[in-house]
């Protein structure tokens, strides 16, 4: 609760990021950080610039604590899918950090690392930087999204399971889709991510093999195209 008259406390970006880490980025607001610290909203704007400022010093604070394994003998393929596993389960680890990276990434100095360090294991599978960078933000921004789609069933989990059955039960009751849905296989989020997402990556791959530049990347996607 903020403080009533007296001299109000000294704060600094490391306070912002402690109580903004705390509060987590789901609850994150100026008035919610301004009142955990004991101060005005106002008083907040010395350090950051409005919301965005604020959701970036916390979500950049976030991202540093993650660290993306790369195993030397992963081929391209194999490489590209463990990133994409590994950074969907960095993202669901801290509530909200899915939507904070959804809406733009990477937006600032830990986003970029992790970026350049993908970009620098991709270098090391013979691509130039330009088309790394296109591949592993296209593996990325699939990761991405299929992390704020679980997060937002998270986020409605209360009554969600009934919703579900009832769901399902009538899916399994129609006429048309019963007997296909009635014989699918029992698929957990990790293993639908990870056989999708291969999937996805194996596509990737084929049309951005090592050696080729962004443009040329550009170029086979259209003819690609074209051609169906």
Do not use: C
């Not at 955990?36 to 959701?55: C, D, I, M, P, Q």
């Not at 979500?59 to 993650?66: K, Q, R, T, Y």
């Not at 013979?126 to 592993?136: E, H, N, Q, S, T």
């Not at 009635?182 to 990870?194: E, I, K, M, N, Q």
Request: aromatic share 4%; hydrophobic share 40%; no cysteine.
């Amino acid at each position: 609760m903020a403080r009533v008259g007296g001299r109000p406390p000294q704060i600094r970006s490391e306070d912002i990021v402690r109580a903004g880490r705390e509060l987590g980025l789901e609850r994150l607001s100026l008035n919610a950080v301004a009142e955990r610290l004991g101060v005005t909203s106002t008083a907040l704007y010395r350090h950051v610039e409005g919301r965005w400022g604020l959701e970036r010093l916390v979500g950049e604070s976030i991202l540093a604590d993650i660290e993306l394994e790369d195993d030397p003998a992963h081929s391209t393929e194999r490489h590209l899918l463990s990133f994409g596993m590994q950074l969907r389960a960095a993202i669901l680890a801290s509530p909200g950090l899915a939507s904070y990276v959804q809406t733009l990434f990477p937006r600032g100095e830990n986003g970029r690392r992790l970026l350049a360090t993908e970009v620098e294991a991709l270098g090391r599978r013979g691509y130039d930087a330009d088309a790394a960078i296109v591949l592993a933000t296209a593996v990325a921004s699939v990761a991405i999204g299929y992390a704020a789609a679980e997060e937002t069933r998270r986020r409605h989990e209360e009554g969600l399971s009934s919703q579900q059955l009832a769901a399902e039960a009538q899916l399994r009751a129609d006429t048309t889709l019963g007997p296909a849905v009635r014989s699918l296989p029992d698929v957990g989020d990790d293993d639908y991510v990870r056989l999708w997402l291969g999937a996805v990556v194996r596509g990737f791959a084929a049309s951005a093999p090592p050696g080729s530049s962004a443009h040329q990347i550009r170029a086979a996607l259209d003819a690609a195209e074209k051609e169906q």
